[in-house]
């Protein structure tokens, strides 16, 4: 099993920044592919950016540009840069982590940004 913890989250406003973290309970390495997504209110959750343990990375189109994903093998733990914000990111921003065939999430961490 893996636990994911997120944090990072908060209100800015539009132009800002903010990085998201999420910390696994067990080595990033060994999880096959860490994502973060988001569920804004009235809408489906989305796949924002992914990290395979390999580093590999996907980005959906809307933030290509504007945000990073990356991990700290050291801290097992993956994070998300996110730049020049704009209000239509703003969602509950959770992690998830595919790992020997499961799926575990974090429970979510709320980016509000204001314009």
């Known amino acids: 099993q893996v636990q994911l913890v997120e944090s990072g989250g908060g209100l800015v406003q539009a132009g800002g920044s903010l990085r998201l973290s999420c910390a696994a309970s067990?080595?990033?390495?060994?999880?096959?592919?860490m994502g973060w997504y988001r569920q804004a209110p009235g809408k489906q959750r989305e796949l924002v950016a992914s990290i395979t343990g390999g580093g590999s990375t996907n980005y959906v189109d809307s933030v290509k540009g504007r945000c990073t994903i990356s991990g700290d093998n050291a801290k097992n733990t993956v994070y998300l840069q996110m730049n020049s914000l704009k209000p239509e990111d703003t969602a509950v921003y959770y992690c998830?982590?595919?790992?020997?065939?499961?799926?575990?999430w974090g429970q979510g961490t709320q980016v509000t940004v204001s314009s």
């Open positions: 067990r080595s990033i390495l060994s999880i096959y592919i």
């Open positions: 998830k982590a595919v790992y020997n065939g499961g799926q575990y």
